[in-house]
C-alpha cells in the first residue's frame, strides 16, 4: 500500500484479513492479475469473491455464460443481445450487418469501442486489432431510446433509466438524465438469474438498451466494480457496508461463536449439576492438600473402643474395634470413615443418625456400620463422637 507522508511516498505492507473488490482487474492500460493471485494465496476473502472477480477479467467469457444462461431460460425470456467473437484479426473478412459496434479486447466505460457503418471502415479497425495482437466482438448496433441499469446488493434491488441527451451514441458518456425506475418482476428475475453464475455474485450490475422499437437487449454484466447512479450513492454504499460486514462477521470471526456456545451449553449444564451447587464462592480458599495434624488426631479418635452395644439375643454380639496406631493406615482410614460418614448426611433430615452400610466400608467397621439400625442404643458418649466427626470431616471434605 502506497501512501504520502509530506510529499514523500511511503509502501507499507500488510495482510488483509477481508477484501471488497471495488476495481477492475483488468482496464485498458493496467492489469492487476498478479495482486488478485496474491490474494487468492494468501486465502483472503472477499466481496465479490475472488473466483468470480478471476471470471470477469475476460468480456467474452462473461458473456458466453450468459449464452447459456438464455440457452436455459428461453430468447424471450433472456432478450441477450447478438454477437460475433473473433479470435484475432484474420477472420475479421466482414460483419454480418452494418451499422455495428465493435469492442476490442477487454475494456471498460466505453473504452475501445467503435461504430462501424461500412465494410471499408471494417477492414480499417481489423488492422488496428492486428495491431494490437487482441481478440474483438461484433455486436449490431441498436438505435436505441434509452438504457436500463439494474444492480443488486445484497438483497437490495434499484433500476434506473439513463438517456443520453449530447447525442453521444454512448449513453456512459457526455451529458445524460438519469430516473430511478420501478423494478418489476422481469427485472428481478433477471438480476437474480446472472447473480447465480461463476459462484454467486453478491454485487452485480446488468445493463441493457431498449431500441426506438421498445425491444430490450442485455448487453452486458458488471461486477462489484459497477458504478452506482443518481441521487442513492449515498445509500447503495451504506448498503454494501453492511453487507461486507455481515460476511466479515460469518468468515473472520468463526472462532467467536464456537466458543460462546461451547460456554452456554457448559453454563446450563452446570445450572443442573447439584456439585456445582455446592460449590464455593469465588475467591474462597480451597481444600488443604494435606490435612492438618488436629483432624488426623480426630479421625485415629474412631478406634476409641466404643460402649458395648445392647445385642439382640439372637445375634452374636459385634466385635470389638481395635486400635490401629499405625501411620501408614491412617489415611486409609481417613477415607473409610469418610466414606461411611458421607452416607448419613445424605440422608432425610428426620432421622440424622440413621446410616445404611457403605459399600466400600472393611469388616472391623462392622459395628459402626451397623449403627443405622441400632442407633437407638447409642449412648451419648457415642453421638457425641458422631458430631465431632461430622464436623471434623465437613471442615476437611466438605469443599470437595
Request: some cysteine; overall charge positive; proline content about 8%.
Amino acid at each position: 500500500m502506497a501512501v504520502y507522508r509530506s510529499g514523500t511516498k511511503v509502501t507499507r505492507c500488510f495482510k488483509p484479513d477481508f477484501v471488497l473488490v471495488r476495481q477492475n482487474v483488468r482496464d485498458a492500460g493496467s492489469d492487476h492479475r498478479a495482486l488478485l493471485l496474491g490474494l487468492k494465496f494468501g486465502g483472503v476473502p472477499s466481496i465479490n469473491s475472488l473466483n468470480s472477480i478471476y471470471h470477469f477479467q475476460d468480456r467474452p467469457w462473461v458473456f458466453g455464460h450468459l449464452l447459456q444462461l438464455q440457452r436455459r431460460l428461453g430468447r424471450e425470456n433472456f432478450p441477450l443481445i447478438e454477437q460475433t467473437y473473433y479470435h484475432n484479426h484474420t477472420d475479421m473478412v466482414t460483419a454480418p450487418k452494418f451499422p455495428v459496434v465493435i469492442k476490442i479486447g477487454h475494456a471498460h466505460s466505453g473504452v475501445a469501442k467503435v461504430k462501424v457503418d461500412t465494410v471499408a471502415d471494417f477492414q480499417d479497425i481489423a488492422g488496428v486489432v492486428a495491431m494490437l495482437g487482441t481478440y474483438c466482438t461484433v455486436e449490431p448496433y441498436i438505435d436505441a431510446k434509452y438504457d436500463i441499469h439494474i444492480q443488486k446488493i445484497g438483497t437490495n434491488y434499484k433500476a434506473f433509466m439513463r438517456k443520453s441527451i449530447s447525442g453521444n451514441w454512448k449513453t456512459n458518456q457526455g451529458s445524460a438524465m438519469l430516473e430511478a425506475i420501478g423494478m418489476n418482476d422481469r427485472y428481478k428475475m433477471w438480476i437474480d438469474e446472472v447473480s447465480e453464475i461463476f459462484g454467486g455474485l453478491e454485487v452485480c450490475a446488468l445493463e441493457l438498451v431498449v431500441g426506438k422499437d421498445g425491444r430490450e437487449h442485455i448487453i452486458e454484466l458488471n461486477d462489484s466494480a459497477t458504478s452506482f447512479m443518481g441521487d442513492s450513492q449515498e445509500e447503495d454504499r451504506r448498503h454494501l457496508a453492511e453487507l461486507v460486514l455481515q460476511r466479515m462477521q460469518a468468515v473472520c470471526r468463526p472462532g467467536i461463536t464456537k466458543t460462546t456456545s461451547r460456554s452456554s451449553v457448559s453454563g446450563s449444564s452446570a445450572a443442573g449439576s447439584p456439585t456445582e451447587e455446592r460449590a464455593p464462592p469465588v475467591g474462597a480458599p480451597g481444600p488443604p492438600s494435606v490435612p492438618p495434624p488436629a483432624p488426623l488426631a480426630s479421625a485415629a479418635s474412631i478406634d476409641r473402643p466404643l460402649p458395648p452395644i445392647p445385642a439382640e439375643p439372637s445375634q452374636p454380639p459385634p466385635p470389638p474395634l481395635t486400635r490401629r496406631d499405625s501411620q501408614g493406615k491412617k489415611s486409609s482410614q481417613a477415607s473409610t470413615v469418610s466414606s461411611a460418614s458421607a452416607a448419613p448426611s445424605t440422608t432425610s433430615s428426620t432421622a440424622p443418625t440413621a446410616a445404611p452400610p457403605s459399600a466400600g466400608s472393611t469388616p472391623a467397621r462392622g459395628g459402626f456400620a451397623r449403627q443405622g439400625s441400632l442407633s437407638a442404643a447409642l449412648t451419648e458418649d457415642a453421638e457425641d463422637t458422631m458430631k465431632n466427626l461430622r464436623k471434623t470431616f465437613a471442615g476437611i471434605f466438605g469443599d470437595m
